[in-house]
Nanobody, 115 residues
Framework: QVQLVESGGGLVQPGGSPRLSCVAP????????MGWYRQAPGQQRELVAS???????DYADSVKGRFTISRDMAKNTGYLQMNSLKPEDTAVYYCNFPIFGLSSWGQGTQVTVSS
């Protein structure tokens, strides 16, 4: 089971720009593709963004141009910079490493976009 710790969420006004963080074990973080996922109430969990060990990135169409995924190898930390937030971005956000099958998840961090 991979230990993942997400943080940085909270109540944000529409248009806000929070940054989420994800700390993972170094041996995993430096080798594998990491993804940010989100799950809104009553909906399935979806992939929002991913970044490979060589920093190639990919985004869901719904967040492209607004969210930026990055990773700091020295800190074993991944980030999701979220800009121009909309109410429909409200969800619990998780990080994970798809290579392990996505069967185990951290607690996630709640992002609520509301005025």
């Amino acid at each position: 089971q991979v230990q993942l710790v997400e943080s940085g969420g909270g109540l944000v006004q529409p248009g806000g720009s929070p940054r989420l963080s994800c700390v993972a074990p170094r041996t995993i973080f430096t080798r594998y593709t990491m993804g940010w996922y989100r799950q809104a109430p009553g909906q399935q969990r979806e992939l929002v963004a991913s970044i490979t060990s060589s920093s190639r990135t990919d985004y869901a169409d719904s967040v492209k141009g607004r969210f930026t995924i990055s990773r700091d190898m020295a800190k074993n930390t991944g980030y999701l910079q979220m800009n121009s937030l909309k109410p429909e971005d409200t969800a619990v956000y998780y990080c994970n490493f798809p290579i392990f099958g996505l069967s185990s998840w951290g607690q996630g961090t709640q992002v609520t976009v509301s005025s």
